[in-house]
């Protein structure tokens, strides 16, 4: 399997399957494209992270969503047919999907399967505590679902999401799914009582009007000071409380692991207990 072919193929929108469409004539189809420095670093966290917390008995496999699954869904492939042919993949949203489907791998659901062994997702921030900001491809909500429900949560990312505190690096604002009747009250409610004078209601760009999530519901993006961000915990209590809000990409004291791939072609490991790990090339 070409590495590129995946993303290629679900990413320029080639991805939808038909009942015609087979995997081996896709991923021909797809043009293959060069892995720049943040690519082969997300290509690096995936494999990293995938040899370590998919094992030959986790058989229920939470996949994400964004760019940087797609190598987790490779990497998963190059365990070969014998081992997933017993596994069933649960998806995030309508992207996880189809990763799952065109790499032939068995569908499943939350409610077939209640409890997961292991959920790989990416992030697009987390701090030294693994509290991460998710929700920058608008899928938190069945994400944190996948992520609660999985025995071991692991983020994979590129070294641009590894920072200190949360807002270092990633500047666009919390992402909050809220239903579309109350999104103007939960705005005000953000500017005036919980100092986010910058939220702002997502707008599509190849659509016009508001981002739409695979809920139905839309998605506000709310920048807070640094003092806020340093306390993600109170600060996603404080969010969830307002009528209307579906939910928070703030993930709090859910994570085992994140693995970030750096450029120099090593990974950088951080575990819940604080434990800081650098994983040489090619180890
Ligand atoms: O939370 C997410 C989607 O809602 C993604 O996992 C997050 O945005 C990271 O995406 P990428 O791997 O493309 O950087």
């Not at 892995?35 to 030959?56: E, G, M, N, S």
């Not at 987790?72 to 999907?97: H, Y």
Request: charged share 20%; net charge negative.
């Amino acid at each position: 399997m070409q590495q590129s072919s995946l993303h290629t193929f679900v990413d320029n929108g080639i991805g939808y399957v038909d009942s015609c469409t087979s995997w081996s004539r896709a991923v021909s189809n797809a043009s293959a494209s060069s892995i720049d420095a943040v690519d082969a670093a997300k290509r690096l966290a995936a494999y990293t992270a995938v040899d370590r917390h998919v094992q030959p008995g986790d058989k229920i496999i939470g996949i994400g969503s964004g760019s940087t699954v797609p190598y987790v869904v490779e990497r998963i492939l190059q365990q070969g047919d014998e081992r997933n042919r017993d596994r069933v993949f649960l998806p995030t949203g309508f992207q996880s999907q189809q990763l799952i489907t065109l790499a032939g791998l068995r569908l499943g659901d939350i409610t077939q399967y209640p409890e997961i062994d292991v959920t790989i997702d990416g992030a697009d921030e987390a701090d030294t505590d693994l509290n991460c900001i998710k929700g920058g491809g608008a899928c938190q909500l069945r994400e944190k679902v996948l992520a609660e429900a999985a025995r071991t949560f692991i983020v994979v990312a590129d070294y641009r999401k590894n920072s200190t505190v949360l807002g270092t690096n990633y500047t666009s604002g919390v992402p909050i799914e809220v239903s579309p009747f109350a999104s103007t009250s939960v705005l005000r409610s953000l500017r005036t009582k919980l100092d986010s004078p910058n939220a702002t209601l997502r707008m599509a760009r190849a659509k016009a009007g508001p981002v739409v999530t695979d809920n139905s519901n839309f998605i506000i993006d709310a920048p807070f000071t640094e003092v806020a961000l340093r306390k993600p915990r109170e600060l996603l209590a404080s969010i969830k409380l307002l009528t209307g809000v579906v939910e928070v990409g703030l993930f709090c004291g859910v994570v085992k692991a994140a693995y970030f791939g750096n450029q120099d072609g090593s990974v950088t490991a951080k575990f819940e207990n604080g434990e800081v790990v650098h994983i040489e090339e090619g180890k």
